[in-house]
């Protein structure tokens, strides 16, 4: 029997190759004899350069400047193929993400995407024809500009200034100075990993929906999204074209910068990841697929990367089980994605805090326990 071991990240608790790990040790506590499989998903968010490490791309690692501009060092991977060229993969949490900075109304306003910039100019350097850009766990709400700002472009206030970094200063921008733009995002392919159809600007936009959580208050939401209404506008105005398109708002429109500079193209994140990883042709050696993640909810069922592993494990007839550190839908949910099985951690563990500590130990006991019961 082959069992693939595909789960994403239990957020808080494992990463989504340790999860994996935990997985394997209680299925094959079950069925000693099987080819246990790991293989770690995501869908386009945090996780990505993990799936993509561990699928063969080889991790390197800068030193950039932070969403606040203190340095950090930031992760992101490449490979080389036999035709010249190579793909780079890279996640804007690295170095421009939530975990760099504490979330307060002045951070918000002054969180930018420089070191994305950096990372995409470190990736060009090493020779990259194409550029994954995953998105998730950002703290800026820019507009991408910041990371622009690291590959050239000057943007520039009514008096010939260059406004500062940062989403809280984007109202200022009155024109754009491209003279010393890298010219090689011209050519390189730029695929943006999204899962999410949030525009820029508005009530769904980027700052109403997401500034929140990297410490907007209401005030400084309202500064930030009248940032990127002006932002899109500039943008609009030099290069002729509308950023305020579906999916531009994630990771506080990043996006928008490139789909205006670039030829980047927005792409569904589980679908992008899955094809650089070659999980299609594990999926088709598979007799059983085991997936989760920490929280299996109605945005699981939106098309999150587990659930959209059943979908596709379903098309094959595979039989799809679930563990997660909690599940918050049915099993009807769940059965219509080819589920056959699930179980979660909170019913094993004596406390929610007892399940994110000991995760690794009850999801191998939770995965031998619905094996043994399926």
């Known amino acids: 029997m082959r069992i693939l071991i595909a789960p994403d990240k239990f957020k808080g608790s494992l990463t989504a190759a340790e999860a994996a790990a935990a997985i394997a040790e209680g ?33 390197r690692l800068n030193a950039v400047v932070g969403p606040i501009l203190a340095p950090v060092g930031a992760a992101w991977a490449i490979r080389k193929d036999a035709f010249g060229g190579a793909s780079a993969v890279i996640e804007t949490a690295q170095a421009s993400g939530l975990a760099h900075m504490e979330p307060t109304p002045a951070n918000a306003l002054r969180a930018h995407s420089y070191g994305c910039g950096q990372l995409i100019a470190a990736a060009l350097d090493a020779g990259a024809t194409e550029i994954v850009l995953g998105l998730g766990g950002s703290a800026m709400s820019d507009g991408g500009s910041g990371a622009l700002r690291a590959l050239g472009l000057k943007p520039l206030d009514a008096a010939g200034n260059v406004v500062p970094l940062g989403g809280g200063s984007l109202a200022e921008v009155a024109r754009l100075d491209a003279s010393g733009l890298d010219p090689r995002l011209g050519s390189v392919t730029i695929r943006i990993a999204v899962d999410v159809q949030n525009p820029l600007v508005g009530g769904d936009g980027a700052a109403h929906v997401f500034g929140p959580q990297k410490g907007a208050d209401e005030d400084a939401v309202e500064l930030l999204d009248a940032g990127l209404r002006n932002w899109a506008s500039v943008l609009r105005q030099f290069t002729g074209r509308d950023v305020n398109v579906p999916g531009a708002g994630a990771a506080g429109g990043f996006p928008a910068s490139f789909l205006a500079f670039s030829n980047a193209a927005l792409e569904g994140g589980f679908e992008l990841v899955a094809g650089l990883t070659g999980l299609a042709e594990k999926l088709a050696e598979a007799d059983l697929v085991i997936t989760g993640e920490g929280s299996l909810d109605s945005q699981s069922l939106a098309g999150k990367a587990p659930i959209a592993l059943a979908d596709a494990a379903h098309s094959r007839g595979i039989p799809v089980i679930m563990v997660a550190g909690r599940i918050l839908v049915t099993p009807e949910d769940l059965a219509k994605h080819g589920v056959v099985a699930a179980a979660q951690l909170l019913d094993m563990a004596g406390s929610p805090d007892d399940a994110i500590a000991n995760a690794a130990k009850y999801l191998a006991r939770a995965t031998s326990q619905v094996l043994e019961g399926a």
Do not use: K, N, S
């Not at 506590?29 to 499989?37: F, N």
């Not at 790991?38 to 869908?43: H, K, S, Y």
């Open 27 to 59: 299925a094959l506590r079950v069925y000693p004899d099987a080819e246990a499989i790991q293989f770690p998903v995501a869908d386009g968010g945090e996780g990505t350069l993990e799936a993509a490490v561990a699928a063969g791309y080889e991790e």
